[in-house]
């Protein structure tokens, strides 16, 4: 009897046990980068270098997304400042640079992606990700993408009829590429507001496939002068999910992004490193976690403020968040969205050509879409979606102001949560 007893214990104490151990081993938060450049496209340094200052700076992940081509040639020879060629040797020791003179000029040989990658990668602690941008012209307006998680450079055309169609085949190829290897393919729209509002919201509102779109944290972004009735990127993101929603289409995410290419450049240069990033609540660092994590919508989009908590109780509707916070900085967390009564009337206006930007048709949509529900100073929060709720999203606003403020940046730190409703599928 006792001999029982003491198996049953002991077979509880295993059981318990394991399941504590399951039960701790929970996701974390990770900090990653999705859109930057270096010397493989137009970024103003080496990919090593570029690299290496993510790392430095508390990412855990980024994708250094080149404009056209993955990283993968190994005989591509570049000019080089003699100064980033001091600085990679003094990093990564001398006989990592390999030079050589060719018509009175210093080349060097850019290292590849599975060099990077074995330079770089680190389980658990940082995960470089292949990926690269796509641009080209389409129906007259200016498309630009990111394609991550690939194996090889993804080609395209611009000749389809509008950017909607072009935006869903983009992303179509990106995904049957990852899917060739088995992985998770990532694919979002770049800064739909370059280089002069190209991408307008009935172009996300129709190809309700694309699940990301990035707010871009570069300055210079928008042709001046801008005309004040086009959407702020907020509003613009209000706009696609508030008709998204009503129309039983899925949600649209959010995905902060630095689209670094100056890094050597400080003072007022706002392309500068570091500005806009996300933290992605995965369960390991590896590509595959994270971005099944981002099409859960389980990430946020930030410029400076960290996140301990966000939560959305689906049964009861529940939106939770709760600031890791930094001492002496005041926090106003606000719970924005869009109810279903909404004002879907629209007008237009004539934007006219000025030197180099462009004519514009736009669209000035009601006030009704994008409100504040509910405002609390402090770090934690919840709100309670109610019937005529679409959806809710949380913005979490810091007294921290940055560095050097970007054209496209917050007057002070700021995170946003994904949007969560219980209406779209």
């Not at 090889?152 to 869903?168: C, H, N, T």
């Not at 989009?301 to 001492?327: N, Y």
């Not at 736009?362 to 402090?378: E, R």
Request: with cysteine; glycine share 8%; charged share 25%.
């Amino acid at each position: 009897m006792k001999k029982s007893s003491f198996l049953i214990l002991a077979f509880w104490f295993v059981f318990t046990s394991g399941f504590y151990l399951v039960s701790t081993n929970a996701a974390e938060w990770y900090k990653g980068e999705l859109h930057c450049h270096s010397h493989w496209s137009d970024g103003n340094t080496l990919p090593e270098l570029a690299i290496d200052w993510y790392r430095s700076n508390g990412f855990q992940f980024m994708s250094l997304t080149d404009h056209n081509v993955l990283q993968l040639d190994p005989n591509k020879w570049r000019e080089v400042a003699p100064v980033l060629l001091e600085e990679s040797r003094k990093k990564f020791g001398d006989d990592f640079v390999e030079t050589k003179e060719e018509g009175g000029k210093t080349l060097m040989r850019l290292k590849t992606l599975q060099e990077l990658r074995e330079l770089f990668n680190e389980d658990g602690k940082f995960l470089l990700i292949p990926g690269h941008e796509q641009n080209t012209g389409v129906a007259g307006k200016t498309l630009h993408a990111n394609a991550i998680n690939i194996s090889e450079s993804i080609p395209f055309q611009g000749d389809f009829p509008g950017v909607a169609e072009a935006a869903l085949a983009w992303r179509k190829s990106t995904l049957e590429n990852a899917s060739k290897n088995r992985d998770v393919g990532f694919w979002m729209l770049n800064h739909p507001e370059w280089p002069y509002f190209d991408v307008d919201p009935e172009v996300l509102i129709e190809a309700a496939e694309v699940e990301f779109y990035e707010w871009n944290l570069a300055a210079g972004a928008v042709r001046d002068p801008v005309h004040p009735d086009h959407p702020t990127h907020e509003k613009y993101w209000d706009i696609v999910n508030a008709f998204r929603v009503l129309q039983g289409k899925k949600l649209i995410y959010l995905v902060a992004a630095n689209d670094t290419h100056n890094y050597r450049t400080f003072g007022n240069d706002t392309s500068n490193p570091g500005r806009g990033w996300v933290g992605v609540r995965s369960e390991k660092l590896e590509a595959n976690a994270l971005f099944t994590a981002m099409k859960n919508g389980d990430f946020y989009s930030s410029t400076g403020v960290e996140m301990k908590e966000i939560r959305f109780d689906a049964e009861t509707g529940t939106l939770h968040v709760e600031v890791k916070p930094e001492e002496g900085i005041f926090y106003l967390i606000r719970f924005v969205g869009t109810k279903k009564d909404f004002d879907t009337n629209t007008k237009t206006f004539e934007d006219p050509q000025v030197g180099p930007k462009p004519a514009r048709t736009g669209k000035i949509y009601s006030n009704d879409i994008g409100v504040t529900f509910q405002a609390v100073a402090g770090t934690s929060a919840s709100y309670q979606l109610t019937t005529d709720d679409l959806y809710v999203r949380a913005v979490i606003t810091s007294s921290k102001r940055p560095e050097f403020r970007g054209g496209n940046e917050p007057r002070t730190r700021t995170a946003l949560t994904q949007p969560y409703s219980r209406l779209a599928p």
